[in-house]
């Protein structure tokens, strides 16, 4: 079960789009659709914002956005605002009843 | 919408015991599977179990597998993970969350676990 893979920092203006990462391997991300995002800010509890790769709950702005190819999924956050500054962390299902977080990013407004 | 609010954690001495509590209120509990994950203050998310709704199926993280046991009273609206043989690395605020299709919603606040002599 080794954590998937997801560039420490990323940063981008106001109204601009930036692209977070999640590499894994063929028996998690690569194989299960079962991929999901959060958001959190320092001091709070994470906050679900995508899952089943780009499907995203009720109240989460269409902002933000999935999808996956092969072995890598990706998160995208559209129009920048200062409130999106915040870690995000992606999840897998990784099969025989297990599942895995990736390191997670600090996505930073500049 | 589920609200989950989890407690039981506190100081424990290495190699000590304990159970939290993940209770859940506003829905019929025994709908939700439950999730509880795992994070050392300034570090990343670490996924440690689940289970189904009756509780016949549990998960675990293979670091945990062994020492740590997931339950649930429905009767209570309330998820246990008991803990044991605590270690040094399983200091970390425990979240309870609610499973949706293989993500986590509805997390609660968290409680804090802290092993040390």
């Known amino acids: 079960q080794s954590a998937l893979t997801q560039p420490p920092s990323a940063s981008g203006s106001p109204g601009q789009s930036v692209t977070i990462s999640c590499t894994g391997t063929s028996s998690d991300i690569g194989t299960y659709n079962y991929v999901s995002w959060y958001q959190q800010y320092p001091g709070k509890a994470p906050k679900l914002i995508i899952y089943?790769?780009?499907k995203r709950p009720s109240g989460v702005p269409d902002r933000f956005s999935g999808s996956k190819s092969g072995s890598t999924a990706s998160l995208t956050v559209s129009g920048l605002q200062a409130e999106d500054e915040a870690d995000y962390y992606c999840?897998?299902?990784?099969?025989?009843?297990?599942?895995?977080f990736g390191g997670g990013t600090k996505l930073t407004v500049l | 919408e589920i609200q989950l609010v989890e407690s039981g954690g506190g100081v424990v001495q290495p190699g000590g015991s304990l159970r939290l509590s993940c209770v859940g209120s506003?829905?019929?509990?025994?709908?939700?599977?439950i999730h509880w994950v795992r994070q050392v203050p300034g570090n990343g998310l670490v996924w440690v179990s689940r289970i189904n709704g009756d509780g016949s199926n549990p998960m675990y993280a293979d670091s945990v597998r062994g020492r740590f046991t997931i339950s649930r009273d429905n009767a209570k609206n309330t998820v246990y993970l008991h803990i044991t043989s605590l270690r040094d690395e399983d200091t970390a605020v425990y979240y309870c969350?609610?499973?949706?299709?293989?993500?986590?919603?509805?997390w609660g606040q968290g409680t804090l676990v802290s092993v040390s002599s």
């Open positions: 089943e790769v780009n």
């Open positions: 999840s897998s299902y990784a099969g025989s009843n297990t599942f895995v």
């Open positions: 506003g829905v019929t509990f025994s709908n939700y599977w």
């Open positions: 969350g609610r499973d949706v299709f293989g993500g986590v919603g509805s």
